[in-house]
């Protein structure tokens, strides 16, 4: 026990001086709580110069491409990629706890992504014709499988693989307007998407209804 | 196991607000601690957690958003006993992570639950603290469970009260003045510095009488007279205004460990009075007289109950009504200088009291708050607040240092956050 001469009050505490008026302290020190460690870890500064790293690439690109512009415009693509890079990590960090919530989204942000890279690539069609049915094939196989072999309860997974079979389902968009060059992927893509999209709703239906419930409720 | 994930539950009328306004410098989690007389074993404690959390189902739901609403959702996640690592009262949900929204903790001799308010109020918290310590001692000593005046596995813990009591009443809105605010440098960090002393309750509960008062409106005096004299000039040109949660299962009968409170404001302007405690406590004392009320009462969250009955609002989506209710709550924070709550007597069976020392309850709020609670003869103040100054802790607790010569200050401030 401490005491303090000013304010005449016992302190409990492993402190030098007294929290009420800061005078000095004098007896036993004792800790009633712990010494708590700075909340920022290593790793936040981490990702602070990672992300002054990919700040002055961008701009140093952009810098460099206008005081030679006889090499062409390019420094767009520095900015994409550095966009698309921070957008993919952000999403595995935030939702590394919840595996399938975050392939969904990753999912989503390749499908997205490499669309905007074909456009600024002149255009070769590879997005729709490889890129996004493939993902989404691959995505709804490997959530029924993690789903399974994690034995995840179907509250937490069931869900997703719904919302990726729905997106696996617009390549069928790019096939009636007549977009695609190569049609084998995107239409085995919609294929897999629809019979996913029947077998959940036949098989888990029941948890699927509570899931739009909960999900929806006003 | 499928049964347990597809159970759901909206939030509590009271709860509504806080996922749309938590915050890292208001993270609307509370801390409950037992101090009991030995250092505490961990794996006791957790197999005392483990069966406690059977007996409070609603403690194992976790947050989840919805296209509308927030909403809680059964999960079988269980809670893990760790020694206090984080700092007082840091953030429990997370949104884009599956957690249990309380944890527990301890350090020495003392337990420590802390819980996100959206699941439960200090009545509920302080059930199961006190089960936790009654499991954990009677495995440590082969004391008898007893009965703690409550029912548990009762299909009416998990009750939303205020939907039970909400009736409408009619009764103009009430008109609250801009109360004068804190100001100051913060701790950094967001973390929320903790004051707390300890006293005998007997003396103070004589002063409080000596004056006809209740020990909270004596209590509530005590701090509107801190934090008025030490204001300066200009800020005390508003009311000193504290923000009060009154306990409603004293009004309306109710076995729900939830949310079931409401607030009443109790102001003092020191521009207008003569700012002495005689005439602060006589304020405060017909203050009380009026509000507490079960019509009064009921008008209060009858309030909060329409807006949830308000179609437009019920289909405005979350993201959005998110802004909305955060903006709501910044303003309403402008309506109150400080907070007092008094989480009152906290009864174990007799056998049990030899083991513990003591029990305190504490708040993270960004506004100064003082909790109490009461545990044998002992009475716990505990001053929470995001500011460095410590003037009106100081000044409180040479108050009450004054009634009882025995009070003890005890507090997370390191020497260097000074
Ligand atoms: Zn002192």
Not at chain 2, 84 to 111: D, I, N, Q
Not at chain 2, 172 to 189: C, D, F, I, N, V
Request: charged share 20%; glycine share 4%; aromatic share 10%.
């Amino acid at each position: 026990m401490k005491h303090c001469d000013t304010c005449g009050i016992q302190v409990r505490t492993s402190r030098q001086t007294c929290p009420l008026c800061q005078s000095a302290l004098k007896g036993e020190s004792e800790a009633v709580f712990p010494k708590i460690k700075s909340l920022y870890s290593q790793y936040t500064f981490f990702f602070k110069l990672l992300f002054i790293a990919t700040a002055a690439g961008v701009i140093a690109s952009v810098a460099v491409n206008l005081m030679i512009p006889q090499s062409g415009l390019w420094c767009h693509f520095v900015v994409i990629g550095a966009v698309c890079f921070w957008v993919l990590l952000i999403t595995a960090i935030r939702r590394r706890t919840n595996i399938p919530r975050g392939i969904l989204n990753q999912v989503f942000w390749i499908c997205i992504f490499s669309g905007i890279w074909d456009a600024v690539t002149l255009w070769h069609g590879w997005s729709i014709d490889f890129v996004i049915p493939c993902t989404c094939m691959a995505a709804i196989i490997t959530l029924g499988v993690i789903g399974k072999v994690l034995r995840l309860p179907p509250g937490d997974y069931i869900g997703c693989i719904l919302a990726d079979a729905l997106l696996g389902v617009t390549p069928l968009i790019f096939y009636l307007a007549n977009l695609l060059h190569f049609i084998y992927l995107s239409l085995s893509c919609v294929a897999v998407s629809l019979i996913a999209i029947i077998a959940l709703l036949i098989l888990e239906g029941d948890q699927i209804r509570t899931d739009l419930a909960r999900r929806f409720h006003v | 196991m499928k049964q347990v994930k597809n159970r759901w539950k909206k939030l509590d009328n009271a709860a509504k607000i806080f996922p749309s306004s938590s915050t890292l410098a208001d993270t609307h989690v509370f801390r409950f601690s037992c101090e009991l007389n030995s250092p505490v074993n961990p794996k006791l404690l957790q197999q005392a957690l483990d069966e406690t959390a059977k007996a409070f189902p609603i403690f194992g739901y976790v947050l989840r958003r919805g296209v509308f609403w927030y909403y809680l959702e059964a999960s079988n996640l269980k809670p893990t006993v760790s020694q206090e690592h984080k700092p007082l009262c840091a953030p429990l949900y997370r949104p884009t992570t599956r957690t249990l929204l309380y944890e527990v903790s301890y350090f020495g001799a003392t337990v420590n639950l802390e819980v996100y308010h959206v699941i439960s109020d200090g009545t509920g918290a302080m059930h199961f603290l006190r089960t936790l310590i009654m499991k954990y001692l009677s495995l440590r000593d082969g004391l008898p469970e007893e009965n703690l005046g409550y029912e548990t596995a009762h299909s009416g813990m998990a009750d939303d009260s205020f939907r039970r009591y909400s009736r409408r009443i009619p009764m103009k809105r009430r008109h609250l003045p801009r109360a004068a605010l804190l100001r100051g440098s913060k701790l950094s960090e967001n973390r929320t510095g903790l004051i707390r002393g300890t006293l005998r309750i007997s003396p103070l509960l004589a002063a409080a009488h000596e004056h006809n008062a209740t020990l909270t409106a004596y209590l509530s005096a005590c701090l509107l007279s801190a934090i008025g004299e030490e204001m300066s000039v200009r800020a005390r040109k508003r009311p000193v205004i504290l923000n009060i949660p009154v306990n409603l299962r004293n009004y309306f009968p109710s076995d729900s460990v939830r949310n079931f409170f409401t607030p009443i404001y109790v102001g003092y302007d020191f521009s207008r009075g003569d700012g002495s405690f005689a005439d602060i406590l006589a304020t405060v004392k017909e203050t009380f007289a009026r509000e507490l009320d079960r019509d009064r009462l009921t008008a209060h969250f009858n309030s909060l109950t329409a807006f949830e009955d308000n179609i437009i609002a019920r289909i405005t989506p979350l993201p959005i009504k998110d802004l909305v209710l955060r903006s709501a709550y910044t303003l309403s924070n402008k309506e109150y200088t400080a907070t007092l709550s008094n989480v009152g007597i906290v009864q174990m069976p007799q056998a049990y009291l030899p083991h513990i020392r003591a029990f305190h309850v504490c708040n993270a709020t960004n506004k100064m708050q003082l909790c109490v609670c009461s545990f044998g003869e002992h009475i716990s103040l505990s001053v929470t607040s995001p500011y460095l100054d410590t003037n009106i802790q100081r000044r409180l607790f040479r108050h009450l240092h004054e009634l009882d010569r025995s009070l003890l200050i005890e507090t997370n401030l390191l020497d260097d956050d000074a």
